[in-house]
């Protein structure tokens, strides 16, 4: 008996795989096609950029300054505006909260200093009277101070 051949199965993975190798060298070729390239070498024509003088040089500067300028005035006007909006308003919020610091420092101060005196005065009043009750001239009493009557 001699040998048969080896028989080629058939395997559809191969072929989709050898599909997609094709279509991508397909594709190479053609975008090497496109791509333009330089195959000489180009060389400048002489006087081919014109020199400026120092004047033109300057007046061109300026107008490109001009120009550049004017372009970006309304992005740099908002960014000073945004820049000086949060500048303010921290500025503002510290300056707030130590006017309150302080206010409520001067009337925490102020409601001590009133309760003191108007004990100091409840308590004067009261020590004569209580006093004056051991005192022979119990029922003669004075009139508190003006100051006292406020």
Known sequence: M???????EHKPLVERVDAL?????????LA????????????AAPGG????DAAALEALAV???QAVLERLAPDIERAIETHLRRALHAALDDA????????SASVQSLSREAVADALARALGHRAP???????PSAG???????????
């Open 21 to 29: 190798l094709r279509r991508h060298q397909a594709a190479q070729r």
């Open 63 to 65: 107008a490109l300054e």
């Open 49 to 52: 950029v014109p020199s400026l």
């Open 129 to 135: 009277a209580a006093a004056g009750e051991a005192s």
């Open 140 to 150: 003669h009493t004075e009139p508190p101070p003006a100051s006292a009557q406020r």
């Open 32 to 43: 090497e096609a496109e791509v333009p390239l330089l195959t000489e070498i180009v060389e």
């Open 2 to 8: 001699a040998a048969e051949p080896p028989r080629r």
């Open 96 to 103: 707030t909260q130590g006017l309150r610091d302080a206010l």
